[in-house]
């Protein structure tokens, strides 16, 4: 049975490994600054890496990051819940069945839990070599969905009838293809003509083809997760100006040219100058969330969902879950979105390379937006979107591609438990452009 091997990191025992990795490891010593003792004592480093010590020689499959899980399950049980109470007298009515819609998302929660176990299980730097042709097969969807698919609620986003929504697959789609054409760029990034201008055409051409069905909300989410990805990839600080001048000017001039966009933005903005001026979406969900108080009004006891608060199933669920559930329901879930924001970033923390570091802050990034859109939405900070609440609301694409997502940060943090984690190889108090998430990791 082979020697086995455990470093001691910042006073805590952390990265399994053989006496092969333990010799590559001694290896490196011009690079991470081991300091090798002699024969097959401990080794020692000059900066993180404190101690090893020999371990039993089974190695355990590392484990999940059971927190992001439970708190995961969590937000999907509620959502269950929500769906039911927003859905069961319109099933009735349309499928004389309380229970056909909530049935329909128990379904597609039970294949994102699938598809979360089988990328968990996945080598996620497989997700790598896909890359390109993922994103082939995006926009392939996003045109198809323009040219054959149905309008639904105003806009032409939908296949069968309303059931798959390309966009939100192309959501997770667009982290992996960004992450790894970030990760592959290194300090080229900061070039302009090999960050920002390829950077920008890319993005473009996404947004463009989501706008076209139209979907402003969606474009947003897009724009806000490869900025920020972009971002955290090392890219230069005029970069991120430049960018955001050339976003906001590129919006401004989509909504003087969309009366649909428009309408939104003068309702809004009315809205601010006298609540009794705004939509009649808000207005209903503020009455929504004033009804429920601090405890609310009890679990499937809402009175706006019944033919006052319009989609009170995907995109207003977090007005009639403060209806029912009052402050404190609200607060709990906003907490479980906080919670699930610390442990992706965890994992981005400790991912063993850039690629896997830039997917799950992607991901982390892309769940935590949509979650504060929808809500701030729903409580009159922002324009009207469309964004649903993450887990919760109705609707079975971004369920899977959610779960799917979950699935890519538990792949990132089995591996980062496979061998030597970032902080544990590298120097994070250098600054030379690399990945900013990696500096914030040491104590």
Known sequence: MSERYKILSDNHWSADFGPLQMRQAQACTPVFGWVP????????????????????GNSRVPRLDYPLLIVVGVLAAIGL???????????????????????????????????????TRMDYTLLRRFSIPLLALGLALLVGVLLFGQEVLGAQRAFLNGSIQPSELVKLITVIYIAD????????????????????????????LIVLQPDFGTTIVIVLVAGMMFFLAGADLL???????????????????????????NSYIAGL????????????ALIALGSGGITGQGPGASHQKFGY????????????????????????????????????FRIALHAPDSFGMLAAAGVTIWIVTEALINIAVITGTLP???????????????????????????????????????SALMDSRRRNGRPRLSRVGRR
Do not use: C
């Open 384 to 422: 009207l979107t469309g964004i649903p609440l993450p887990f919760i609301s109705y609707g079975g694409s971004s369920l899977v591609s959610l779960m799917t997502a979950v699935g890519l940060l538990q792949s990132v943090a089995r591996s980062s438990r496979k061998g030597l984690t970032r």
């Open 273 to 284: 100058q006298d609540p009794g001026q705004a939509s009649y979406q808000l207005q209903q």
């Open 81 to 119: 819940m929500m769906v039911y109470s927003t859905t069961f007298d319109w099933g009735y009515q349309q499928f004389g069945e309380p229970t056909y819609f909530v049935l329909r998302q128990t379904l597609w929660l039970l294949l994102g839990i699938g598809a979360l176990w089988a990328t």
């Open 37 to 56: 003792s002699e024969g097959q004592g401990p080794i020692v480093a000059t900066q993180t890496i404190r101690h090893i010590k020999p371990t039993s």
């Open 239 to 265: 970069q991120i100006v430049v960018g955001l001048l050339v976003s906001g000017g590129t919006l401004l001039a989509l909504i003087v040219n969309s009366p649909y966009a428009q309408e939104r933005i």
């Open 181 to 208: 054409w970030l990760a592959s760029k290194g300090e080229k990034i900061r070039d302009v003509s090999y960050g920002l201008i390829p950077f920008a055409v890319l993005i473009g051409i996404i947004a463009g």
């Open 309 to 344: 608060l319009p989609v009170p199933h995907t995109d207003s669920v977090f007005a009639v879950l403060g209806e029912e559930l009052g402050l404190i329901g609200g607060l709990a879930v906003l907490a479980l979105f906080a919670f699930l924001a610390y442990r992706g």
